[in-house]
């Protein structure tokens, strides 16, 4: 007989996927295609967060080292970096920003406005300061910079101040554990945390903190 694929089938394979010691992650990205195909299943979407909180509580946690770079390596490295890379690498590190969103943006009175992972729109209130860094590098208020260039730049002057200590070179999106790992020590909830680095489920901050 055919089994209709509901939240309680989804709960019994989660927690049994989860005392056979696949991880939390693992498990978490399998409800998720199950929520992609909500609409044609029998499942209520709502409810699959709650069967991750249930997971969570008896699914291993990946235990990995921190991907976050150290702020003042991070600074050093802007201090070698042309004009635009240090402006992209500053947007990421002191407002979250995915590469593409600190490459490829448009300023308006201080207002950054790019389109963010999954074709949704971020605002950032810049400073003034950084406001005005960006504008001579403006064309019809767009902001533009090879990730490519950007990505390589950044490696090469990282790599020249990093010292044994620092964590290794973890990519652009080493920045973004940074800027989650900052805003936990300045106080800031892990849900604050999630909505200014554009997450659209909050679990995914736990892959930043560690």
Request: glycine share 4%; proline share 2%; hydrophobic share 25%.
């Amino acid at each position: 007989f055919p089994v209709t694929i509901n939240n309680q089938i989804i709960t019994d394979y989660a927690i049994q996927r989860a005392k056979e010691g696949i991880s939390y992650k693992t498990i978490s990205n399998q409800i998720s295609n199950f929520s992609k195909a909500a609409n044609s299943l029998s499942i209520n979407k709502q409810e699959l967060q709650s069967i991750r909180e249930q997971i969570k509580e008896i699914a291993p946690i990946n235990t990995q080292e921190s991907r976050a770079y150290s702020n003042h390596t991070l600074n050093l490295a802007r201090q070698l970096q042309s004009p635009k890379t240090a402006i992209s690498t500053q947007l990421q590190q002191e407002y979250g920003l995915r590469m593409n969103e600190a490459t490829h943006f448009r300023l308006n009175d201080n207002t950054l406005t790019t389109q963010g992972k999954g074709g949704y729109t971020i605002t950032k209130e810049l400073t003034q300061e950084l406001g005005d860094k960006i504008k001579p590098y403006l064309t019809n208020q767009k902001f533009t910079h090879s990730n490519s260039t950007y990505e390589k730049e950044l490696r090469v002057t990282y790599e020249k101040v990093a010292t044994k200590s620092d964590t290794k070179w973890n990519g652009t999106h080493g920045i973004r554990h940074t800027y989650a790992q900052t805003r936990l020590e300045q106080g800031a909830t892990k849900e604050e945390i999630s909505k200014e680095m554009g997450h659209h489920r909050q679990e995914i901050i736990e892959t930043y903190i560690r």
